[in-house]
Antibody
């Protein structure tokens, strides 16, 4: 079965750190770009970060640049997001998403999503 | 950054009604637009990609159109299982940006 399973969310104090993981199965993980998208409670979707299939290209939203790091271990079919210097406005459900790179564009769309993991930043 | 403006932000319609949601990009994105459906408590799912291509398995009552800056998704006959929030997203350029969402309810 093709699926993504996130883990690592939880309650963290402002300024703290957290590492999210996303375990992929059912497809050739190394062949696909992967991304993180978040959704604050009751709000819309916000792209956070993407990484190419071969790990060489990484992209970040301005809101997280310098604080979050994306990485992947293709031998373990796992995507990671390291969240540092967390703020209250980082509180959200974080979704891992298999990403489609479209020729002629600089971006991706997301054709498979995980169930999400909740990160709550609060003292 | 490319801004995506969706309207309306919410709508209420009867079963069987035709429903149209619009999405406007702040600059030309060709057909590099996708529509997602998100049901309460669930992750989003792809409905339409490339502005007008229905994903396999999505009911044919859904359709998408548009190019450049103006896009629409239409549900020709609203069904109870279509209750969800719908989002557009441009993938023409980074940063990737979403519309604010349209919440569809049954009247």
């Amino acid at each position: 079965e093709v699926q993504l399973l996130e883990s690592g969310g939880g309650l963290v104090q402002p300024g703290g750190s957290l590492r999210l993981s996303c375990a992929a199965s059912g497809f050739t993980f190394s062949s696909h770009a992967m991304s993180w998208v978040r959704q604050a409670p009751g709000k819309g979707l916000e792209w956070v970060s993407s990484i190419s299939g071969r790990n060489s290209d990484k992209y970040f939203a301005d809101s997280v640049k310098g604080r979050f790091t994306i990485s992947r271990d293709n031998s373990k079919n796992t995507l990671y997001l390291q969240l540092n210097s967390l703020r209250a406005d980082d509180t959200a459900v974080y979704y891992c998403a298999k990403s489609v790179a479209v020729p002629g564009t600089w971006g991706y769309y997301f054709d498979l999503w995980g169930q999400g993991t909740l990160v709550t930043v609060s003292s | 950054d490319i801004q995506m403006t969706q309207s309306p932000s919410s709508l209420s319609a009867s079963v069987g009604d035709r429903v149209t949601i619009t999405c406007q990009a702040s600059q030309d994105i060709s057909n590099h637009l996708i529509w997602y459906q998100q049901k309460p408590g669930k992750a989003p799912k792809v409905l339409i990609y490339g502005a007008s291509n229905l994903k396999t398995g999505v009911p044919s009552r859904f359709s998408g159109s548009g190019s450049g800056t103006d896009f629409t998704v239409t549900i020709t006959s609203l069904q109870p299982e279509d209750i969800a929030t719908y989002y557009c997203q441009q993938y023409d350029n980074l940063p990737l940006t979403f519309g604010g969402g349209t919440k569809v309810e049954i009247k």
